[in-house]
DNA sequence: CGACTTGTTGAGCCCATTCAATGCTAGTGG
DNA sequence: CCACTAGCATTGAATGGGCTCAACAAGTCG
């Protein structure tokens, strides 16, 4: 394996900047001495790269520090579908060692820092310290909950709604982590991202954006998203509301 | 609300059948007893009931008891889409208990039985059994496994991979938990739930279907299904192996 | 028996796909 | 500075998979 994960200096939990950020919970000293304990490592990867392939057994456990990333599935001939995106806060690699081997993908989308964890301090942990782990189980069920959503887009939405829906999630996730650029919020999918994520062809994707774009719903421009007319958009794409993506983190 | 949930005489944890089923866990004593008290009701519900609906704040906690059922979600103009099937031994309703209100509705498929627990002691569960909790969090990790593959299928297989690769997932969980009938499995869905679990129209199912028995891949006759060549159909649907499905619970 | 649910089949259309070509931008190396 | 490459976005044209509409068969139930 080529050697391309460097290490930075150690952030400790207790100053952990993410814990200022709006949705994070208060945790008890005792548990955050605990995870200071359980990380090990601050690491940081590049944009691009597959930290977790589908079939290892024993993948290792991080949470995403800062950057954007993914988790996907490939059929047999390379056909890609996109899970879910991942932010800042939110763990990678949990399902891999619930099971005999990660039943997915996890790939960079920008240059991303992530916190290892020693695996072996799990059972520890639900031992131990069970607010932390109801909250394990909690992000996980939020992570589910983005799933079913996105099954929901991919299954029943037209491309218009669809493409319409991905981005306004995406959008609500970001802004509630302060993730903002020059009024809109950080975006570094590509447009073939957002076509594997929803079930749809690259060209067709790049259709559907340019509609909703030249209706001013959106703007997409230097990595950034703007939104013209968020009320229009969430009515275009069928959405009620989204209270989980908007309070991601306890 | 109209009473067509019936009370059965409640079956203690420590004497369920379905410990006795292949892949259940063997759970130490004092984990029993903790569940017996946990442990509320044994009810029954009649096919095609929802049992709980989107929105609902502090739904039921349920485990399924016998029968089938599905968790699903629906757009405002109604179109629906179904997220995953439930068979006994999965739980219903704990996602709904994370949030402040269940994200998605579950309907029954069969007449079934479920047993319903106390909702104020899952935090007991977490604080004094760590390894029921463990548990939990595996089978919500579990449930998140078979969405992926699903939101796969729906995003990047052609019909009729679709409606091949879900018959032999759900193939596959009724065999490991000895649902069989005459050669084949059990199998209560109409086309329209093979439909809305798959995002395809109702009469584009149909003819997958057809086509899928025609080239005499399977059959589904009187609630049984029976495939005829087994191996023909996994690689017709792109698929390997689903080792989770195969190996149900803990 | 009528009402209802479920499955089946054909016809025609349209949304989304594939194929193909082009522009734009950034990075690399001579 | 320019030639060359690579990745991403864009657009048009033609095809097709899956859609809607419509009608009908068969079984079940009150």
Chains 1, 2 share one sequence.
Not at 41 to 67: C, K, N, Q, W
Not at 162 to 171: C, D, E, Q, R
Request: glycine content about 8%.
């Amino acid at each position: 394996m080529s050697f391309s994960a460097g290490m930075l200096n150690n952030v400790p939990c207790h100053s952990c900047p993410l814990r200022a950020k709006g949705p994070f919970k208060d945790y008890a000293d005792r548990d955050i001495r605990f995870l200071d304990e359980l990380k090990k490592d601050h690491v940081a990867f590049e944009a691009g790269r597959d930290i977790v392939m589908a079939g290892d057994t024993d993948p290792p456990l991080y949470t995403l520090f800062s950057g954007w990333a993914f988790r996907y599935k490939l059929l047999p001939d390379g056909r890609r579908q996109i899970l879910n995106f991942l932010l800042p806060g939110d763990p990678i690699g949990f399902q891999g060692h619930m099971f005999e081997a990660s039943p997915h993908s996890v790939q960079t989308l920008t240059d991303v820092e992530v916190c290892s964890f020693h695996r072996s301090k799990i059972w520890e942990l639900f031992r131990s310290h069970p607010e932390l782990a109801f909250d394990l189980t909690w992000l996980t069920a939020r992570e589910e909950c983005f799933v079913d959503d996105n099954l929901l887009t991919a299954g029943r939405r037209s491309a218009l709604e669809a493409v319409g829906a991905l981005l306004i999630h995406l959008y609500k996730r970001a802004d509630a982590l302060g993730m903002h650029r020059n009024g809109g919020v950080e975006f570094p999918l590509t447009q073939n991202h957002i076509a594997d994520a929803l079930g749809l062809s690259l060209v067709h994707t790049n259709k559907s954006l340019r509609k909703l774009s030249k209706i001013g719903m959106h703007e997409i421009k230097n990595g950034t998203l703007t939104f013209m007319n968020g009320r229009a958009m969430e009515k275009l794409a069928q959405i009620f509301d989204d209270p989980v993506a908007a309070r991601p983190l306890l």
